[in-house]
């Protein structure tokens, strides 16, 4: 209803009530004493009446209860101008001055004072209908985020600056209810001060600020209190300080200065006035016990009433008066759903001395229940002074109201009293427990104290002139900065009305009471608690049950106003004075702990950059509907995340392990289901993740790990191509893991351990041949048409996830802008270390293959290199020994000897972590692991390490034979584990690398000591360590054919697949590009003719298993890095290649430092942690192989040699050759055609025969002495093979 019309309605239906009106009086004491009698008779009634009104528009909100409340509140101010002027026009001053009943002049002087009464009617119309208007607009205020969704202030709005912990929600939550609230205020305002103004001046007062002034009956009322808060001012500074260092810890340097105000959104009240609802954000000690029973309340079964009935026990056992029955039956104690009211608590007198109410819209909580105590106290005031004359009826002044509720507070907030009443468990005592509940307590009290000050500061600066309309907005956030060091979040200007949008600047209702109260609550505190026999801290006080404190607040509560407030503070305490020395007593601890904070953090006091405020948040406020900027909330969302995901992925670890320890259809079935309920939960959680706006967010894991949730990887894509995708997957491991090559229909190979075997000791080229082509023609060419569909349906998921391609997605785990050029440039710095041992292998095999299959200026053929891959070259390390009369590191026949098995192998790698102070393997490790290829079953032999995300269950699969290069894979892979144990308490998310690298090059870097001879020797797999110039040539040549040969081949495969990812290499060009990338990186060629029907990128595990690649060149060039630091950290000397760290503690924690990291901070950090720099660098590693280098730089010289392959498309003859190859001289020999000429040279060619039986004799030997080797080599790849 618009407010003209309500006018209209209410011009002339405001004459009083003929029952109402005062009778006619004699100039007398006898008469004045018959008028203050009928007058408080007749003002009970009216008062009533009017009181009944404002209840019920309070209590339901709307125009027609509105209208109802103006009216009675125009009957009102008509009866206290009737009654006043009459008073005025019978009793003069004069007449009074012979009273001899100074009670019957301070009466009648009370009623001459008409206030807005005093106004001509249609003035007074217009002031009620402001009050009404400006009542409305503030209890009707809704901010709307969204068209379907709008926020009250209650409970809303307050449960967000409460609780959250996002700056842009608190920021839009803030600034939505200051413009809602405030802003339509501010026409109205400056017409209400000056009809407040214009009657108060009719009442001899100089303005409405003076008449408020005068309640307090001080000449010296401002200077006291500027005198009580320069006493205070120290404490406050110092709480200031230490909270907004707390809040720069949480919300960093661009939205706190150290130097400068606070920004008035971040302190857990819409108005900034108490801050205990950002405890969480500064507990003391928060090992020690903190003061919330609400959980406790809500356990036992707490609701309105009973918090009510428990806080008039309280009364009650002080001897005080219980609640009377209608208090029960009338008051508003929980929030209607069925129409909208003021929640605002508040307690009602209706002045008839037997109707007392409370309206509070309560809720189960502990601050709740200490401001049910609050309101009860302004019950049991009106109670103990229901006698007195109706002018009488208040507190001696109108802080003495607020404070009697909170003294008693004083006393429930006490852990004593709470563990009395049954909320509180265990009652702990000690300094750091009571310097948490301080602190808690003087974020309500202390910080309130210049808000309470500053309002009415502001208000009597209004009501004076000193502060025109137009510099409302401007003067009172002067004062904010001023005694609170707050300032706005935003910029506000005169547009904008801040101070209206708190209740009791539209509701009227003078401020200065709750300063007072704060002083005097504390003085009432500390006589109080003396008359209880209180002994101890006054902060330990509780008054329960002493009704000898009962009986001081009982004659304090009686007298009412009857009596100066100074007189009543007299008699209760001994002084007349207000006084803060006892609130300062009541803080002392926490006063003192907080200056020693902020001593030891070098804290300002106060705020010298006074005009300082924060930025204007990116993207606000448009994404705040859309997005979650609540820090808190995303901490709770990711712990609910993190146990579930754990449930979730043990249970998928599980169904994974079964199928690769038995391969069959029912354990693949079981493996794709639980996958599809894991990439659900990703899902659903990922995309939930997707809601969080992390911008503002300080604690970096929290960023991190949202960032890494909401890329839900092959989870974002729809169920149907889901499902097609995990068995595209499943299918192409399928097949490799049991594709077999068949020399005849009865004998069929397969890859582990037959077609390795061939390819690391044959040393027959067609063998190698059949066992190179077979391979491919197997596995390959039937994977090509499958990978071709999910090359499009990874794509579609990186795509979904907001990446340019699978192949963006996969290098961006690197989190280095800059991956690509960075590789590039470390592959550069390793090239001619490649060549120079390309070079220098491609002799060795041109002396034993010869010009035919071998060109000195060409690529090596692919399958002479003793490895299905061509990727790590050590099985041919009898073709190209430097010395070959020298040392050389193999110890499998010791290991064989000594009765070495699988077990003993992981024990003894077991004890060089352990030796290093690093964790021993758990009890289920060694009871679920599988160590060695069963017999009855197809199982995936491919070694790996596997971590179950329970904390507990850690397992390696692997085939596991004796001998040397197995023991290495062993602490490889334990490698893996260790890193598992070190890292499993880290969030799920962060169980992982630093980054993909990480992971291969701990357990490489173990390796690295392991191989060494000195090593070997101290475990007793090595009779003696011999050290000169051709050991430590072959001893580097060996591990370079591993490390140096892998490069290339590490680094091409991904460059494929990104390529194919990206488009560049189309599915026609599969074959004829993976064969250009391998020519030109590896100096590699085809040993036979390949087509496009063939797919020999498939031929290669990691391919149709979906693993990136890149981790292992990663790996190969920063195990070099972390070999360095940590032989520097167990305080090595010498050559890099013969550092063992094995028994160094301090090696050991250096690692365990940064496994313990796991994925949770940018591996450049990780880096730095443990090599001192933040970069992948090959230094240690050219280091490491400087003698190699050296010397096959010299040989190749020596011999002539061309680094590279110039004759790049040179391919070797697929003409048929004899079965065995053997050196060139005797093969000559051997082709010698015998004619009937020879024949009279028999004796020669006897000669001839004894030779070549000779020689025939040497080579059998030789090969059955390599054939003992060579069957005892490994069949079980590390990792990466």
């Not at 007189?567 to 300062?584: R, Y």
């Not at 062993?970 to 992982?992: A, N, T, W």
Request: hydrophobic share 35%; net charge negative.
């Amino acid at each position: 209803m618009h407010w003209a019309v309500l006018l209209l309605a209410l011009i002339g239906a405001s004459a009083l009530n003929p029952e109402w009106q005062p009778g006619t009086y004699e100039s007398s004491e006898a008469g004045a004493e018959r008028f203050v009698s009928d007058y408080n008779t007749t003002a009970e009634q009216v008062f009533y009446f009017s009181t009944e009104a404002s209840w019920t528009y309070n209590t339901n909100l709307t125009d027609y209860n509105s209208q109802q409340q103006v009216q009675a509140s125009l009957e009102e101010q008509a009866f206290i101008e009737a009654w006043g002027q009459k008073a005025k026009e019978t009793f003069s001053d004069t007449l009074m001055d012979t009273f001899t009943n100074q009670e019957l002049k301070t009466l009648i002087k009370k009623i001459n004072v008409l206030g807005p009464a005093n106004l001509p009617q249609t003035e007074r119309e217009r002031y009620n209908t402001i009050l009404s208007q400006m009542d409305n607009i503030y209890s009707t205020a809704k901010l709307c985020p969204k068209e379907e969704e709008c926020w009250n202030l209650e409970p809303e709005l307050k449960e967000i600056l409460a609780n959250s912990r996002s700056y842009k929600r608190l920021l839009y939550a803030w600034e939505g209810w200051h413009n809602v609230s405030g802003k339509p205020l501010k026409n109205l305002y400056p017409e209400f001060v000056e009809l407040s103004n214009k009657a108060s001046t009719m009442d001899g007062f100089e303005d409405t600020g003076a008449y408020w002034r005068s309640w307090y009956e001080t000449p010296t009322f401002e200077q006291d209190l500027e005198t009580l808060y320069k006493q205070l001012q120290p404490l406050y500074l110092n709480l200031h300080a230490f909270v907004r260092r707390k809040l720069y810890d949480f919300y960093g340097p661009k939205y706190i200065n150290l130097n400068g105000p606070i920004p008035a959104h971040l302190l857990g009240n819409m108005w900034s006035q108490t801050w205990n609802n950002i405890y969480d954000m500064m507990i003391p000690f928060p090992d020690k016990p903190n003061v919330d029973v609400t959980s406790n309340m809500v356990a036992q079964g707490y609701n309105a009433t009973h918090m009510f009935r428990v806080a008039e026990e309280f009364f009650t056992s002080l001897g005080l008066r219980e609640m009377p029955q209608k208090f029960w039956d009338k008051s508003m104690l929980e929030k209607p759903d069925d129409r909208e009211v003021v929640c605002h608590a508040s307690a009602w007198d209706f002045y008839n001395r037997e109707d007392f109410r409370i309206k509070q819209c309560t809720i189960a909580t502990m601050e709740q229940l200490f401001t049910v105590h609050h309101e009860m106290g302004h019950v049991e005031y009106y109670l103990q002074y229901q006698d007195q004359p109706v002018s009488f009826r208040r507190g001696a002044n109108p802080g003495f109201h607020e404070a009697i509720g909170d003294v008693l507070s004083l006393s429930v907030s006490t852990p004593k009293h709470l563990h009395t009443i049954g909320l509180l468990d265990t009652l702990t005592d000690d300094n750091e427990t009571d310097i948490n509940y301080l602190l808690k307590m003087a974020l309500e009290k202390i910080a309130f104290l210049p808000f309470g000050y500053l309002i009415d500061q502001w208000r009597w600066g209004v009501f004076s002139g000193y502060t025109p309309p137009e510099r409302y907005n401007a003067e009172w956030w002067y004062l904010r900065t001023k005694y609170q060091g707050i300032c706005p979040p935003v910029r506000r200007t005169e547009e904008f009305f801040d101070p209206g949008a708190k209740y009791h600047i539209p509701g009227n209702t003078p401020y200065i009471r709750y300063f007072v109260s704060f002083i005097l609550q504390f003085q009432f505190h500390q006589k109080l608690c003396q008359e209880a026999g209180h002994t101890g801290p006054l902060h330990k006080c509780d008054i329960y049950r002493s009704t000898q404190a009962g009986a001081v607040l009982e004659k304090v509560l009686r007298a009412g106003s009857s009596r100066p407030w100074t007189e009543v503070l007299q008699d209760a305490l001994g002084t007349n004075k207000m006084d803060a020395s006892p609130l300062m007593e009541y803080f002392q601890p926490v006063t003192a702990w907080l200056e020693e904070q902020n001593r030891l953090t070098g804290e300002t006091l106060g705020w010298p950059d006074f005009d300082w405020m924060p930025p204007v948040p990116e993207g606000y406020p448009e994404d705040v509907a859309d997005k979650i900027t609540d820090e808190t909330q995303a901490k709770d969302f990711l712990a609910d995340y993190n146990s579930t995901a754990e449930i979730v992925w043990n249970a998928y670890t599980e169904a994974s392990w079964a199928y690769n320890t038995d391969i069959n259809e029912e354990n693949k079935q079981m493996m794709l289901e639980k996958n599809l309920e894991m990439a659900n939960h990703t899902k659903i959680y990922g995309m939930e993740s997707r809601k969080y706006d992390t911008t503002d967010f300080q604690d970096p894991s929290v960023k991190r790990i949202l960032k890494k949730l909401s890329d839900l990887e092959r989870a974002v894509l729809p169920d149907a191509e889901l499902k097609e995708y995990n068995n595209l997957l499943a299918s192409m491991e399928t097949t490799y893991s049991v594709a077999k090559v068949c020399r005849d229909e009865n004998t069929c190979l397969p890859l582990d351990p037959d077609l390795n075997k061939i390819m690391a000791e044959s040393r027959d080229y067609d063998e190698l041949l059949f066992a190179w082509q077979g391979w491919r023609n197997a596995s390959g060419r039937e994977l090509r048409q499958s990978y071709e569909r999910y090359v499009e349906l990874a794509n579609l998921a990186a795509r979904s996830n907001g990446h340019a391609d699978n192949g963006a997605f996969w290098r961006s785990l690197y989190e280095t802008s800059t991956f690509e050029e960075d590789l590039e440039a470390l592959w550069k710095d390793l090239q001619p270390l490649y060549l120079n041992l390309h070079t220098y292998v491609r002799r060795a095999l041109f002396k034993k293959y010869g010009a035919k299959r071998i060109n000195l200026k060409g690529p090596i053929p692919a399958h002479l290199l003793g490895n299905m891959w061509a990727q790590t070259w050590s099985s041919i390390m009898d073709l190209v020994m430097p010395y070959p009369d020298a040392a050389q590191i193999d110890v499998t026949q010791a290991m064989i000897a000594n009765g070495w098995n699988a077990r003993r192998m992981f024990n003894e790698s077991e004890r060089f972590f352990t030796s290093l102070g690093l964790m021993a393997m758990p009890d289920e490790f060694w009871q679920k692991s599988m160590l060695e290829k069963p017999t009855d079953r197809e199982v995936v032999c491919h070694a790996s390490a596997w971590d179950f995300y329970n904390r507990k269950d850690f397992r390696i699969k692997q085939c596991t034979v004796v001998n040397m290069d197995d023991l290495i894979t062993v602490h490889h892979e334990m490698g893996h584990v260790q890193y598992f144990l070190q890292y499993k308490e880290q969030p799920i998310s962060f169980r992982d690398g630093a980054n993909p690298g990480f992971h291969e090059a701990i357990g490489d870097v173990l390796a690295l000591s392991v191989s060494t001879p000195k090593h070997l020797h101290s475990i007793g797999l090595l009779d003696k360590v011999e050290d000169n110039q051709e050991s430590t040539i072959n001893f580097l040549m060996s591990i370079a054919l591993d490390k140096i040969a892998f490069l290339p081949f590490g680094y091409l495969m991904d460059q494929w697949r990104w390529k194919v990812f990206d488009g560049r290499i189309p599915s026609s060009e599969y074959s004829k590009e993976w064969w250009n990338l391998r020519l030109k990186y590896q100096g590699l060629c085809p040993p036979v003719t390949r087509t496009e029907e063939d797919f020999d990128p498939g031929a290669k595990f990691h391919i149709p298993a979906n693993v990136p690649y890149i981790r292992y060149f990663v790996s190969f060039v920063i195990q070099f890095q972390f070999h360095k630091a940590l032989c520097e950290a167990a305080g090595h000397t010498g050559p890099l290649h013969n550092c063992d760290i094995y028994e160094s503690k301090e090696a050991g924690k250096l690692l365990g430092d940064v496994m313990k990291l796991g994925y949770s901070k940018p591996w450049p950090e990780a880096m730095a942690m443990i090599t001192g720099q933040p970069e992948m660098s090959v230094q240690p590693l050219m280091e490491y192989f400087q003698p190699l280098i050296t010397w096959l730089e010299q040989e190749n010289q020596n011999n002539g040699d061309i680094l590279g392959w110039p004759e790049y498309s040179w391919t070797p003859s697929t003409a048929d050759s004899a079965a065995v190859v053997v050196e060139d001289s005797s093969v000559d020999f051997l082709g010698l055609n015998v004619d009937q000429a020879a024949a009279t040279a028999g004796q020669w060619v006897l000669l001839v025969l004894g030779i070549v039986l000779l020689l025939a004799t040497i080579f059998l030997a030789y090969k059955y002495r390599k054939s003992r080797h060579l069957q005892n080599k490994s069949i079980s790849q590390v990792e990466l093979k």
